[in-house]
C-alpha cells in the first residue's frame, strides 16, 4: 500500500495533467451535407487496419456525421468497395493506403 502512494504524490509534484485538444469534425469543417458512399478513399480513413469502423472518440467526427459516415461504410461494404474483414483484403486486392 505504501508503494501506490508515493507513485501518486509523485504525479501530482511532476508535469500537469495532459488533455487532447478535441478534434473538430472534417465534414462539418467541409460543410458536406451528405457522405458519398462511392468515395472509397475518402471512406479508407474511417476504418481501422482490422476493417473496423474507427469510433467518434478517435476520428473526431460528430454525432450526425458519425451516423452518416456508418451507414455510407456499410452500403459500400455491401457493394463490395470496402472490405468486411481483413482477410478480404488479399482476396479482392483493397489495401491500406
Not at 7 to 26: I, K, L, N, S
Not at 67 to 95: D, M, Y
Request: charged share 35%; aromatic share 8%.
Amino acid at each position: 500500500m505504501a508503494t501506490g502512494r508515493r507513485v501518486t504524490e509523485q504525479r501530482r509534484e511532476g508535469r500537469a495533467r495532459f488533455y487532447p485538444r478535441r478534434r473538430v469534425c472534417a465534414f462539418c469543417v467541409e460543410k458536406v451535407e451528405h457522405i458519398d458512399y462511392k468515395n472509397v478513399n475518402k471512406l479508407r480513413r474511417y476504418i481501422s487496419d482490422r476493417a473496423k469502423i474507427e469510433p467518434r472518440r478517435r476520428t473526431g467526427t460528430c454525432a450526425r456525421h458519425q451516423r452518416s459516415l456508418t451507414e455510407a461504410l456499410k452500403r459500400a461494404r455491401h457493394l463490395a468497395l470496402l472490405p468486411f474483414s481483413p482477410n478480404q483484403s488479399s482476396v479482392t486486392g483493397w489495401a491500406r493506403d
